[in-house]
């Protein structure tokens, strides 16, 4: 059974940080690089960054330097470690495997709140 399943988020003040978490189901986590998308009201889900299973990491530019992703293969979950949170970043954040197709399942995300 597939399951994501995303924490962590929350209201916080610009500059601010966060730790978002994402609990996936085996058959996902194992076999594929993961990653934490957001989508924003109004705007299509963007990625944010990505990590493969071997921990090769990758980020949009407008996280760069402020978001680590990471993973604990053992435990089948991702990690997204986010510093200076921004007004910009508020948004719906989504993990999953990447690249998702169309039809993939997705989890109901968790809130990211930044005021200014």
């Known amino acids: 059974q597939v399951q994501l399943v995303e924490s962590g988020g929350g209201l916080v003040q610009a500059g601010g940080s966060l730790r978002l978490s994402c609990a996936a189901s085996r058959s996902i986590f194992s076999i594929n690089a993961m990653g934490w998308y957001r989508q924003a009201p109004g705007k299509q889900r963007e990625l944010v960054a990505r990590i493969t299973s071997g921990g090769i990491a990758n980020y949009a530019d407008s996280v760069k330097g402020r978001f680590t992703i990471s993973r604990d293969n053992a435990k089948n979950t991702v990690y997204l470690q986010m510093h200076s949170l921004k007004p910009e970043d508020t948004a719906v954040y989504y993990c999953?495997?990447?690249?998702?197709?169309?039809?993939?399942?997705w989890g109901q995300g968790t809130q990211v709140t930044v005021s200014s």
């Open positions: 999953n495997k990447h690249p998702t197709y169309y039809g993939d399942y």
